[in-house]
């Protein structure tokens, strides 16, 4: 027998399986189905510890199932849209499309070498033109439903560059690029409505529960953020109104119990009053107010507490005292009303304000000591002192409503979702404005991307090509321009598995094909990194339901289950570029091969937990796999799994037989899900005790049988070196199915419980095949102290219990 040499046997064995198509989908539609679906990567080139990892969970996944008799879609693609490509092509003067493909070639060539099964038939890419074509088809159907809308906002604008920059793109206030001082500039965005959605999207989490990570769960829970309370007004005191010619500011707070606690309001900087107040405001006070508001909310929001008292007051709507207005970074100009009422005592943010500031506190609950956040018992709060809690809430509620004052309301944290980007590289906005008709979707579908395009990082490059926007009114025929903002690439990645289902030669006349849909949804498992906890899986969730309401799916939640992987890490940290602490996938596939690489990440930790890279584990994992490569020549070559009687066995072969069907029985709790979490890790660790156990005996029959199993399980973990050794023993039969022995598991002694009237008292160790009268004296033996008088009954539960009644 050769040697162990893994380059050889994983080429022979990848160039087989693509020729043969081993991992296409059957279009047997009786067939149980899997959806197996790993997320897929951005195209950046080149594959990370972090892909390897996500794929090799996966692909387990569907080696497993595949070889179970399902029907399984595992498919690959590349999302492949977004700025990079466009940095690239700033720095290095190369076509983002031209980089995006080759980096897609390369990175599936860096894939394949780690054997994974994919389907090549369902593969896509964002950037494809039938992608493009059907995601302005989604648009249009959205914008003509009334879920797409235009609205101003401030984005990050480059003076320099005369271009708007991402928040990645803006360093410490600084233009990436030419370091000049970023500015929020109010520029027309186009919107889609996830905000009516909403509530679904909350109410449908509840049936994720036990199949997503709670934390997941709880992460969206959070982001869609609703809550309820009172919306009320305070007047504006007669200074003010004078001032703004405003005479009211509305306020939304959830805790209208500490409505006699309000020592301060305080606006965001975007506020209308800002706005009638400003030009009186004198000179630093507007100065800082700039500075506020050109700083992105959610970075305010972070920032150590600042604010400015605006020098005008407003009145209590139930105490009628003067409540000095400030603008305060921490207020979100488009949360609730843009305004709080603040209420320092009850509040950690406003303690930390008035303390600031030095704000007096109003203590309106009972506690020993302030700021006290919970609720309690009111004390100086008129009419509602001794009220408690939710009773509290409720009453002043019912007060402000009954006379009019205010109402209650629910108010979503969730915002719309903001989907144009002023750049090249992306799905163009699918519309053309024309000066009669106005916003005309465009009806000559797909509106694709110019190739000959100057992109230099200043401008965009759209607006600045010389011809690309002119273009006729669909509507009336007239010369009209394009819209040349392109979309979030989010929106890609909310419905490629989806498309996945889409069968290529139907690519081009359809979206979406309701057959394979209806057989292949929901993805039954989904697994990612933990960062696209939120906003990925929300926008995912979100389109399933909006294609939902359009017709187009049937299903409302898209992933069955999710398994979120741990990250990879160096040295205690993950691994990142930035750090230098990455190891490269190809480099351990050149020294070792992928089946160690792959055997290497399942053992090193169970999927969810944090996996520390470790040279020693990599080189035991290729050990592992040299061993299992040279015991082989102890098989005798068979095409049916050896059926053994185990009653001439020594200890050492029943042993080894134990440890072998044991890691079988590991393999099927684990798929399934008896065991939860896909611990491979387990399964893995089970496989090599067997394979110790063999090497404990000499029978050729066990080590034929052990293998027989071993390499069945082991190969969604190693499918190469398995395949190749089932290939050489056994025609690759044990691939196929493998037949469990439950006696093989069975223990040579056995413990029972003796019970006295029901109560447990004792344990006895019996041997297979002792007669039940023996027993039952032993029992007695055993339990001889707590027998007091005669024995009325004997309940006897064969390998269980014995329970002896007393009279
Ligand atoms: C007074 C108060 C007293 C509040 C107290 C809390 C505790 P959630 O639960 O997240 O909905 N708030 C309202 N609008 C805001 C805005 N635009 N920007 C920042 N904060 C805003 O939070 C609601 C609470 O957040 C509201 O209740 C309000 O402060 C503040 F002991 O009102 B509260
Ligand atoms: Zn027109």
């Known amino acids: 027998m050769q040697e162990y040499n ?65 029907n399984v879609l595992h498919p690959i693609g590349w999302d492949a849209f977004g700025m990079p490509a466009e940095n690239a092509a700033i720095k290095h003067g190369i076509h983002p499309k031209d980089w995006t493909y080759s980096n897609i070639s390369a990175m599936k060539e860096q894939l394949m070498k780690l054997g994974f099964s994919f389907a090549q038939e369902n593969e896509l890419a964002t950037c494809d033109e039938d992608y493009t074509h059907w995601e302005q088809k989604f648009f ?15 984005l990050n604008w480059c003076p320099n560059d005369q271009t708007v920059l991402a928040n990645e793109q803006v360093i410490d206030g600084k233009c990436w690029r030419c370091d000049t001082e970023v500015v929020q500039k109010e520029m027309y965005q186009y919107y889609i409505k996830i905000t009516d959605f909403a509530q679904d999207l909350l109410d449908d989490l ?17 982001w869609i953020g609703k809550s309820s309370g009172l919306e009320f007004s305070f007047d504006l005191a007669e200074e003010g109104r004078e001032k703004t010619q405003i005479s009211s500011l509305k306020v939304f707070t959830t805790r209208p119990d500490t409505i006699f606690g309000v020592s301060y309001c305080a606006i965001a900087p975007e506020h209308e009053i800002i706005k009638a107040l400003f030009d009186s405001l004198p000179l630093e006070s507007q100065e800082r107010i700039r500075a506020m508001q050109n700083t992105n909310a959610r970075h305010r929001a972070m920032a150590k507490k600042e604010g400015i008292p605006l020098g005008i007051s407003v009145i209590h709507p139930l105490s009628q005292e003067k409540i000095p207005l400030w603008v305060a970074n ?8 843009g305004a709080v009422m603040g209420v320092p005592a009850h509040d950690e943010r406003d303690f930390e304000f008035a303390s600031l500031y030095e704000i007096p506190l109003k203590q309106v609950i009972e506690c020993d000591c302030l700021p006290y956040t919970d609720e309690g018992r009111l004390i100086n709060s008129g009419k509602f002192d001794g009220l408690c809690g939710v009773e509290a809430k409720k009453a002043v509620i019912a007060y402000f409503e009954f006379q009019g004052l205010g109402k209650e309301v629910v108010n979503f944290k969730l915002r719309d979702w903001g989907i144009s980007r002023q750049r090249y590289w992306g799905t163009p906005i699918p519309l053309v404005h024309c000066s009669s008709c106005g916003i005309v979707p465009e009806t000559n579908l797909p509106v694709l991307l110019p190739y000959d395009v100057k992109i230099d990082g200043e ?9 690309w926007k002119e273009c006729q009114c669909p509507k009336c025929g007239k010369s009209a321009v394009r819209e040349t903002d392109t979309m979030d690439t989010f929106m890609e990645s909310s419905w490629y598995f989806l498309r996945y289902c889409t069968p290529k030669h139907m690519r081009q006349e359809r979206a979406l094909d309701s057959e394979s849909l209806r057989y292949w949804l929901n993805v039954d498992e989904y697994i990612g990194g933990v960062e696209h906890a939120i906003l990925h899986l929300l926008y995912a969730r979100f389109f399933t339901k909006v294609l939902k309401s359009l017709g187009y799916v ?8 999710l398994l979120t992987q741990g990250m990879v890490l160096k040295d205690g940290a993950k691994m990142s570029k930035s750090k230098g602490n990455v190891v490269d996938p190809n480099a351990i596939i050149e020294a070792y091969g992928a089946d160690s690489a792959r055997l290497f990440v399942l053992f090193a930790a169970p999927p969810t937990k ?62 399934d899900k008896v065991i939860a979490g896909y611990p491979f890790n387990t399964l893995i660790s089970s496989c090599m005790e067997a394979l110790n156990a063999l090497g404990e005996q000499k ?32 025609c690759g039969e044990n691939l196929k199915k493998i037949t469990f022995d439950p006696l093989a598991l069975q223990e040579e002694m056995q413990i029972m419980i003796v019970s006295i009237n029901g109560k447990k008292r004792a344990e006895i160790e019996i041997s297979k095949g002792m007669e039940k009268e023996a027993i039952l004296e032993l029992a007695k033996q055993a339990a001889a102290r707590w027998i007091e008088g005669d024995i009325s009954k004997e309940i006897y539960v064969p390998n269980k219990l014995i329970n002896f009644v007393l009279k």
């Open 140 to 154: 249009i159907d959205m914008w003509n439903a009334g879920l797409i809308y235009r609205k101003k906002a401030m």
């Open 554 to 561: 049937e299903i409302s939640e898209p992933f069955e289950n």
């Open 6 to 70: 893994p380059k050889e046997i994983e080429q022979k064995w990848q160039k087989q399986w693509l020729d043969q198509g081993s991992f296409e989908w059957s279009d047997d539609l009786n067939l149980p189905k899997k959806y197996i679906l790993s997320m897929f990567p951005y195209p950046s080139g080149s594959i990370h510890m972090g892909h390897v990892r996500n794929y090799c969970i996966g692909d387990a996944m569907a080696r497993h199932y595949r070889k179970k008799g399902f």
């Open 699 to 730: 029978n050729p029959l066990i080590w034929t049988e052990g293998y027989y199993v071993l390499l069945s399980i082991l190969e969604p973990v190693i499918p190469h070196v398995c395949h190749e050794l089932s290939a050489l023993y056994f």
């Open 459 to 467: 401008g965009n490059p759209l607006q600045k090509h010389p011809t």
């Open 610 to 671: 944090e996996l520390e890279w470790n040279d020693d584990a990599l080189r035991g994992a290729y050990r592992f796999i040299r061993r299992l490569w040279d015991q082989s020549k102890l098989i005798s070559p068979t095409q049916v799994q050896p059926v053994i009687d185990a009653s001439t066995l020594s200890k050492e072969e029943k042993y080894a037989r134990k440890k072998v069907y044991e890691a079988y029985k590991k393999s099927e709790e684990i798929f």
């Open 330 to 337: 921490f207020v979100l100009g488009d949360y609730g009303s």
């Open 206 to 222: 509840a049936t994720l529960e036990g199949k997503w990570p709670a934390q997941v769960i709880h992460m969206q829970r959070n």
